[in-house]
């Protein structure tokens, strides 16, 4: 996998699309990832946690990162996120991963067994990082044991460092866990540490943080801009995880896609899971509107919603001479012009986030 030098920056946790019998729609993959990439991204993650990559078999994976492929997607502009729990299986969704010349690998632990140590642990991943080989670069490992029951220590972190320079390059903490994300900050400040709860965002760039995979990036990249790039809070974000997480997380992340781009089709998910309820879906659409002032318009590529609120808050002047876009902005100017707020103190009493 290609190395980048420059800092990693802001990538979405992409939902994945499927048609009604649980296919996966590999156009409207392709096109939401150049949504993604279009509105702020700096990369996209497939199959992670909120794409439902536990369930789609090797040769969907290798489908649709045949169909980003076939839209001109780059693979140095995609993060593969391996979900297995054998070495083999693992390796050979990594192997796959390295093919497509993607950005980095993201490794979690295996999901199936509970209780491991982390000489267990340590074991499971130089089996795997030693069978990929030259395949094996740009790894960032996952921590989410909200969802492997699973978690990876400050200090095997550490060990799988030393174990591997220059394959392990990064961590995902989805842990939840504001004091483990510090220790795991003040620790291993060689690594890019990305902070999977966006309500910690800001002040785990603040502490060196180099950016966030998020699923809320597959809905409002633009208000995520300032947290992952400059460490400058929102309010905004912190309520509406809040709100994400009354429900089961990936069905609400896929109602809020459809509520953005007016795309039904979105809120389809694959057994075992459930699609979000009218009702649930109906909230936690008027729930992003009041807090972003705005309309789940279809956004056409290049462009993104900016609320007058946002404008006015961070130019401090009208912006009326703005050229009229609709209530929509190119990309560049949208970021530049993107509310900043003051960040808040995190509480420890925050439910834990499970679906980065």
Known sequence: MPETSSRFGLSAAMTTPFRPDGAIDF??????ARW???NGCSSVTAFGTTGEGASIDIAGRQQALDALAG???DGKDVVVCAAAASVEETVAQGRMAAGFGSRSLLLPPPFYFKGISDEG?????????EKLGAAAGGVILYNIPSVTAVALSVELVGRLRHAFPGVVTGVKDSSGDWGYTQKL???HKDLAILIGDERYLAEGVRLGGEGAISGLANVCPQFLLPLAQDGRGDERINSLVDEVLRYPVVPAVKALVAHRSGDRTWRNVRAPLMATGETEASRLSSVFDRLFATRADRLEPGLLLVDPQSLAQASGACRSNLPCTGGRLPVAEAQASTSIHAPSP????KPRCEWH
């Open 36 to 38: 993604c990439l279009d």
């Open 121 to 129: 642990l340590f074991f499971w991943f130089s089996q795997v990082l």
């Open 71 to 73: 839209a001109g997607i």
């Open 185 to 187: 900050l003040a620790a």
């Open 346 to 349: 995190h509480s420890t009493t």
């Open 27 to 32: 156009g409207r993959f392709a096109r939401h």
